[in-house]
């Protein structure tokens, strides 16, 4: 079945820093989603991406959209205090409308302030 | 515009026993996504609700069943627990007719402890 792999799988950084974190695929993707987790809620969607080669950005988010269509990444800038969270990649297990989301496992990021 | 509630918080199980998790979608949603979220992984698709019936379904087994009720609210029910079926059990709502993977909303989520 489809499987995304994050990287890395835990950030520790200092406030003001900025992260990088990316979601590799073994299959094509047709969108690719960035949520965020916070502790002891569900995943908050922070960005979607539609077309190969998509840039996006949501504030201090910026998400790409591979050109293969099998990876995409996710930049923070200026990270502060409530950034700290498991952010994951999501994408559609299919090509049909409303279809289950496959998810890797998450980067956790840690700031330090 | 109350968003997915989910009930209850925390429970706790012993293994042998069956257990009923609930959730209410956000306003005006019509499908109800399940999924579970072992320690330290991302979530995992257990199935669709929609029209009362189950559209979708994961790699699970039998034990987990699930019901979706005239006023779109949804149950799923573990059968049989075992200690592997600890985790984070979160819902996720959408409306049908809108195709696009980005509709759907997730609740705080129900965290299962079975001993």
């Known amino acids: 079945g489809q499987q995304l792999n994050q990287s890395p799988q835990s950030m520790f950084i200092q406030e003001g820093e900025d992260v990088s974190m990316n979601c590799t695929s073994s299959?094509?993707?047709?969108?690719w989603l960035w949520y965020k987790q916070d502790p002891g809620e569900g995943p908050v969607l922070l960005i979607a991406?539609?077309?190969?080669?998509e840039l996006t950005s949501n504030g201090r988010l910026t998400a790409q959209f591979g050109i293969t269509r099998k990876d995409s990444f996710l930049n923070i800038s200026a990270s502060i205090p409530s950034d700290v969270g498991i952010y994951f990649c999501?994408?559609?297990?299919?090509?049909?409308?409303?279809?289950?989301?496959?998810f890797g496992k998450g980067t956790r990021l840690s700031v330090i302030a | 515009d109350a968003g997915v509630t989910q009930s209850p918080t925390h429970l706790i199980k012993t293994r042998g026993q069956q257990v009923t998790l609930r959730c209410s979608p956000k306003?005006?949603?019509?499908?109800v996504s399940w999924y579970q979220q072992a320690l330290g992984q991302g979530p995992q698709f257990i199935f669709q609700?929609?029209?009362?019936?189950?559209?979708q379904r994961g790699n699970f087994p039998d034990r987990f069943s699930g019901h979706q009720f005239p006023n779109y609210s949804s149950e799923l029910n573990v059968n049989a627990l075992l200690l592997g079926d600890s985790a984070l059990y979160l819902c996720?709502?959408?409306?049908?007719?809108?195709?696009?993977?980005?509709?759907?909303?997730f609740g705080p989520g129900t965290r299962l402890t079975v001993l």
């Open positions: 609700y929609y029209e009362e019936e189950e559209r």
């Open positions: 991406l539609y077309k190969a080669g």
């Open positions: 996720a709502s959408s409306l049908l007719r809108l195709a696009g993977a980005d509709t759907q909303y």
């Open positions: 299959s094509i993707f047709n969108t």
């Open positions: 999501a994408g559609p297990s299919t090509y049909s409308g409303n279809t289950p989301l496959v």
């Open positions: 306003s005006g949603h019509d499908t």
